[in-house]
């Protein structure tokens, strides 16, 4: 545990620019992987009169690249700003590593309401939502969004009452598993093309939001991303702790409303528009952590949005390799390909210290 | 010396829903600054519930806290962070955070939305880390740190914040001996130095004794009884203060020491460390010692001598020299 100086300094040496740089660089390469590569082979000429010129005279080229590559190589960038950034206001809230996006239900939530509509569509409405299309879609966000916001409204509510973090955090932790019972109450009742549908929905995915779709997820983020930004200094007190950030003067009460619900509106709204997608959201707080070597949220904040968006593109491509094509569920491949990384990059920072 | 926090009738305690618990009742007291005032009491007696009381962390159940001449409940939690800091018990869990980066948080009250330090600000900070003495701790990381040296931090966190007051809950706790002595004395001198009112809790009763300017004594029955160390001591307030068994208050000096029950007496002789301290061992063992020679239990007399290497000569039949107090002790041990 015990550093000399000059080996903790010399850990320092790599200028947070630099990081900032070096990912923005990844962000640009994946990008750029994630349009050109895919089961069907469409030459880098092409893709570039398509997104420059707007070149719609080889229709299925276009409409792969429009509509299908574009929108999910964009969803998979900003909801892997958006978990990222949601799991380190959590984890800053509770302190407590092992807090993230889906740690106070919310997730949950959000499963518990798409579960509503698609397990009872079938079985009450005698229409099965998967058969649709874009109405069924559209119902399914509302409904995600519904059934996160209405779980934490409640943990809100009993935040009001509850004093200590851990409290509060095994009491979500206890709400998620109801609604994951409820879900299954559910399921008994519901006929087994729903479930699939549902479970479907539930292996999470940056394909499903589609080309309209795709516009109002990024204006959404757009607006929220830079709100969390907002609240870096009060995140940075709350590192402190409650009775040192309380005699800094920060209103606790309010405080920990605001990162809250923040952070449970971005899991919700992702939740919404690509199912329950897990690991990002714990792990990359970690890695940027690390990398960082600060836990400063005026770096770690920017850190994290840049990081998740890095790894969720790197998923997504992996998710969709070619002779993968559709094969891979994304939370497969986060999970698979993530944690190793993250894992050796913490084991070796603690080495190193 | 005029009182910066004064205390009027105030019950600490718990309101909870159902039921109010009470922590103690009645304190009334003044705390001055350019004064390091030490709060005594044993564990459960409610030290750290008036601390939190005095930072606003609790409301008071009955009576009135002025902090600086304005009423405790008048302040937002913005005002009240430029005058009160604090340095608690809880454990910081951070890592990943550099000492100086830990000092500027005590400038948040000052900074603005984002959180911006200032060269303004970073002076403070460097000064703050000077006045505690861990310049070249500045950075290190915090969880490398041993727990004086955090302890430190955070008093300079404190100081940053520049508050007139500082609050700080069991400061000497966790500390080794020397530790606790450079802590005590640093908070003294910030007191003189800065003219702060620095009030702590501790169990360190003997330090606390000895280096305070002020003793509260908390009490269940007495409420809260203040004064100098050595008025506690002259009034037998702290005689009765701690009253249990094995404990002995040492009226010239104005200490405490361990009270022994002794069985013998043995005829000792010299003069100096090398007496002194062969009283002590042999006090320790249940020995009482008497240079009179009057009534002695033990039959042997022992005569210190002086010296580079300090001689013991045991006497009883033969007479035995030794170098060791542990060999004398062993000498009269076979005897009793």
Redesign the interface.
């Known amino acids: 545990?015990?550093?000399s100086?000059t080996k903790?300094?010399a850990l320092r040496s790599i200028h947070p620019l630099w990081l900032f740089g070096s990912i923005f660089v990844c962000i640009l390469l994946l990008m750029l992987l994630n349009i050109l590569l895919g089961s069907v082979y469409i030459s880098p000429q092409q893709i570039w009169d398509i997104i420059i010129h707007g070149d719609t005279s080889q229709e299925i080229a276009y409409n792969i690249i429009i509509k299908s590559r574009l929108p999910q190589a964009i969803t998979a960038l900003v909801a892997g700003a958006g978990l990222a950034v949601s799991g380190l206001m959590m984890q800053t809230v509770f302190?407590n590593p092992l807090a993230g996006p889906s740690v106070l239900g919310i997730s949950s939530g959000a499963s518990l309401g798409v579960a509503f509509v698609v397990l009872l569509s079938g079985s009450i409405g005698g229409n099965a939502l998967s058969t649709m299309g874009l109405i069924g879609e559209v119902a399914l966000s509302i409904s995600a969004v519904i059934g996160a916001l209405s779980i934490m409204a409640l943990i809100l509510f009993v935040s009001q009452t509850v004093r200590g973090h851990v409290t509060l955090l095994i009491i979500g932790v206890m709400i998620g598993y109801v609604a994951n019972a409820i879900i299954g109450v559910l399921k008994f009742f519901s006929v087994e093309e729903d479930i699939r549908a549902y479970v479907i929905w539930g292996l999470g995915s940056f394909a499903r939001v589609s080309g309209d779709q795709v516009q109002v997820f990024i204006y959404l983020m757009i607006i929220l991303l830079p709100i969390s930004m907002?609240l870096?200094?009060t995140l940075?007190?709350m590192?402190?702790?409650?009775?040192?950030a309380?005699?800094?003067?920060?209103?606790i009460r309010r405080a920990r409303h605001l990162v809250i619900a923040t952070s449970g509106v971005l899991v919700a709204i992702v939740t919404a528009y690509c199912g329950p997608i897990i690991f990002l959201g714990l792990a990359v707080p970690h890695l940027c952590?690390?990398l960082f070597?600060?836990?400063?949220h005026?770096l770690l904040m920017p850190g994290v949005m840049l990081m998740g968006a890095t790894l969720a593109l790197l998923c997504n491509l992996i998710a969709r390799m070619p002779g993968l094509e559709g094969a891979l569920p994304v939370n497969s491949v986060t999970a698979l390909i993530g944690a190793p990384v993250v894992a050796s990059v913490l084991f070796h920072k603690r080495s190193t210290? | 010396m005029n009182p910066t926090i004064e205390i009027e009738q105030l019950s600490t305690g718990y309101r909870g829903k159902k039921r109010t618990k009470v922590v103690a009742t009645n304190i009334d007291a003044q705390i001055c600054s350019g004064e390091l005032t030490c709060l005594l009491g044993s564990n459960g007696v409610g030290k750290s519930t008036l601390l939190k009381t005095i930072?606003n962390?609790l409301p008071p159940l009955h009576g009135q806290i002025h902090i600086m001449g304005r009423l405790l409940g008048g302040y937002t939690?913005?005002?009240?962070?430029?005058v009160?800091?604090?340095v608690?018990t809880?454990k910081?869990?951070?890592?990943?955070?550099r000492v100086d980066?830990?000092v500027s948080?005590?400038r948040?009250?000052y900074?603005g939305?984002?959180?911006v330090i200032s060269n303004t600000d970073r002076a403070i900070v460097q000064h703050a880390l000077q006045l505690v003495g861990i310049p070249?701790l500045a950075?290190?990381?915090i969880?490398?740190l041993s727990d004086g040296e955090r302890q430190k931090a955070l008093i300079a966190?404190a100081l940053a914040?520049e508050t007139p007051i500082i609050l700080l809950d069991e400061p000497t706790a966790f500390l080794d001996y020397p530790s606790k002595v450079d802590m005590m004395q640093l908070l003294h001198r910030l007191s003189r130095k800065e003219n702060k009112t620095i009030f702590m809790s501790t169990h360190d009763l003997e330090l606390a004794l000895q280096i305070a300017d002020k003793i509260w004594l908390l009490d269940k029955e007495k409420a809260v009884q203040v004064g100098t160390p050595e008025d506690l001591a002259l009034q037998k307030i702290l005689h009765r203060f701690v009253s249990h068994q094995g404990i002995q208050f040492d009226s010239p000096s104005g200490l405490f020491r361990v009270a022994y029950s002794y069985h013998h007496t043995i005829a000792v002789e010299g003069s100096g460390d090398a007496y002194h301290l062969l009283c002590k061992g042999l006090n320790r063992h249940g020995i009482a010692t008497d240079s009179q020679k009057e009534m002695p239990t033990i039959p042997i007399t022992v005569y210190c001598q002086e010296g580079r290497r300090p001689a013991f000569h045991v006497r009883t039949s033969k007479e035995t020299i030794v170098h060791s107090i542990e060999e004398v002790l062993q000498l009269v041990e076979k005897h009793l």
């Open positions: 545990m015990i550093s100086p903790s300094i302190h907002l870096t200094k940075n007190l590192l402190l702790g409650e009775g040192y309380r005699n800094l003067g920060l209103n952590r690390s070597h600060t836990s400063d005026r210290i | 930072c962390f939690d913005a005002a009240l962070a430029k009160i800091s604090v608690l809880d910081l869990m951070i890592r990943n955070m980066e830990l948080l005590g948040s009250p900074t939305f984002w959180g070249h950075h290190r990381m969880h490398t966190k914040q």
